[in-house]
């Protein structure tokens, strides 16, 4: 229980949030039965992975009641609600719906600009009168999308450093104006023991009907959805995963529980793979491992494929003890090895062994590494043909500079 404590810390959950959490693992733990095929430590294993995916709830769907449907952002400035509230357009834009964003904070500028330019650089409309008064321009963004037929509205409300009664009030206001069908908190993932605070008072003060945790692709464990959750009693339905306009999904409460006890994410990495590598590419890769017959030319497409599902470092987070081999990694290697690659001609990468010194030197030169660069990865590639050949046609884990 001290090491499954310590985890929930190191993840951010908040103290008091972790001490009630441990006392219902406690009770539930000490009246379930140990099977002959668990140990005891397998099994309070099990009992934290059930009562975090208890605690966590299970994924809701987005409510869109109206017409046009309302959908509110709120949140402290620079939590992502402006960047949230374009990939939650660009969302509801691939489900065939009509999103119109509008700019719902009078008091600064800067927030108008943001999302003026964010929604032109991907096409989405946006209402761009500017007003003094926040209530007259909710009403009027109302009457245009009607107009326009627009069928889902999103309000990027104000966000300052700090919850204050201005902002609060500018919200209610908003709030009774439109009446949303979802009030979101959007919420930085990395808030960290502050996330209870945070979440408490916006439910108390205004009202919300779920959370959107961002900036979930750093180092954040997403303790913080825990503690959110836990306080407000509100559903986490998206998750924010990166800064491209794709990077959101819904909540899957298994994967975010292995990540909060550090044990990674290899169903979102699964994901990434399924949308990064090509079905045929992949088929034509594993016809060739199994018969041992890999060249320069396949390594360099894997690579390739690889850099397709994302930075190295964020890859590897999703994997279990990821943060240990975070430690371990060398991007640079890899992006050397690519270099080296692509500076070759197509014939010495399916055929190797015509590299002699002179090419060695016009390689090293077009790649800006060494020759001793380049014996490095002939070598490595020997060992790993020599490996396949070996495992008849199983799939080895590839322990060379790709995977270090």
Do not use: W
């Not at 929930?8 to 001490?19: I, Q, T």
């Not at 397709?308 to 890859?315: F, T």
Request: hydrophobic fraction near 40%; charge should be positive; proline fraction near 4%.
């Amino acid at each position: 229980m001290r090491d499954i404590r310590r985890a929930l810390l190191e993840a951010d959950v908040n103290l008091e949030v972790v001490k009630e959490f441990i006392s219902d693992v406690k009770k539930e733990a000490i009246n379930r039965k140990i099977y002959e095929s668990f140990t005891p430590t397998e099994m309070i294993t099990q009992i934290v992975g059930e009562k975090l995916i208890e605690l966590l709830g299970k994924a809701e769907p987005l409510i869109l009641e109206g017409q046009p449907a309302s959908i509110l952002l709120v949140g402290l400035q620079g939590s992502g609600k402006t960047t949230t509230a374009i990939k939650l357009a660009n969302l509801l834009k691939k489900k065939g719906r009509k999103p119109y964003l509008i700019p719902a904070d009078v008091k600064r500028p800067a927030a108008f600009q943001q999302l003026r330019d964010l929604a032109e650089r991907e096409e989405l409309p946006y209402f761009s009168s500017r007003l003094n008064d926040e209530v007259k321009l909710c009403k009027q963004a109302l009457t245009q999308s009607v107009l326009k037929r627009y069928d889902t509205l999103i309000f990027d409300t104000a966000g300052r450093l700090h919850i204050d009664s201005e902002m609060i009030d500018q919200i209610k206001r908003i709030k009774n104006a439109v009446k949303p069908s979802e009030a979101f908190l959007v919420a930085d993932s990395m808030t960290g023991q502050d996330a209870v605070n945070i979440a408490g008072e916006f439910d108390r003060k205004v009202g919300i009907t779920g959370i959107i945790l961002t900036k979930m692709d750093g180092d954040a464990r997403g303790g913080a959805a825990l503690s959110m959750r836990k306080v407000s009693g509100r559903p986490i339905k998206f998750i924010g995963t990166g800064e491209k306009p794709a990077d959101i999904e819904v909540l899957h409460p298994e994967r975010l529980a292995s990540r909060i006890l550090g044990m990674g994410d290899i169903g979102a990495l699964q994901e990434k793979a399924e949308k990064a590598i090509e079905k045929e590419q992949a088929q034509r890769f594993q016809k060739k491992l199994k018969e041992g017959k890999l060249n320069l030319e396949d390594f360099l497409q894997q690579i390739k494929q690889l850099k397709r599902m994302g930075p190295i470092e964020e890859l590897v987070e999703l994997l279990p003890g990821g943060q240990d081999l975070k430690k371990m990694l060398d991007e640079r290697e890899v992006v050397r090895t690519e270099a080296i690659i692509q500076s070759m001609t197509p014939g010495e990468r399916i055929n190797p062994e015509i590299l002699n010194a002179s090419r060695k030197r016009r390689i090293a030169k077009g790649s800006g590494s060494s020759v001793q660069d380049i014996n490095q990865l002939l070598k490595e590639y020997k060992t790993v043909r020599r490996m396949m050949k070996q495992m008849k046609g199983r799939s080895p884990f590839i322990k060379n500079k790709f995977f270090r």
